[in-house]
């Protein structure tokens, strides 16, 4: 999953950059206004979310904001203000942002509001792997055209396996993504991915075990 980061403080964009990388996303880092709103004139940018400043350097953060949402209202944006910045946070949010946080932030905030932000994001979504299709506005699974029904728990497992298809993604994440901090040991992970493997057996989708990475769903 790429995450695009808009920050000209180049130590912060740094640490935040590694600290997404251990929360398993891809970052593009770009440092100006100006770059920003040519990148992100492409209306075939493929960033799942975006972390913009808004103090830049030519553009700034809230003409970069504008240029997107004139051809792309649906890619989530998270805007870095001055704890002080007020009306630029007011400003930002009118154009289209989804959400702020001021500096100084905790990196543990930030990796939350990134989590809930993506999650938002795929509620409306459409989600294809092979014959698996994910309703995100019905909230509904299909299988090779026919309703997959499943309980809540596998329902909300094989939404964060199909958004990370074709990828292994360990059981801290799972646990994570899919149950939100619920508690949920190993083993019950496990029971649950069996289930599922029962579901998807004798179709075009498996979900494997990836030795030491974690499991992998994928079109056969």
Known sequence: MNLLLVEDDHLLAETLQDALALEGYAVTHLAGGDAARRHLENPQHDHALILLDLNLPGASGLEVLETLRRHDRDTPVLILTARGAVEDRVRGLDLGADDYLAKPF???????????????????????????????????????????ALPPREQRLLGCLMRHAGEPVDKARLADEAFQGEAMGDNAIEVYVHRLRKRLDGSDVALRTVRGLGYLLEAT
């Not at 989590?115 to 509904?140: I, K, N, P, S, Y």
């Open 106 to 148: 905790s990196l543990e905030e930030l990796e939350a509001r990134v989590r809930a932000l993506l999650r938002r994001r795929v509620r409306g979504q459409e989600l294809r792997v092979g014959t698996l299709h994910f309703d995100g506005l019905a909230q509904r699974f299909t299988l090779a055209g026919e309703t997959l």
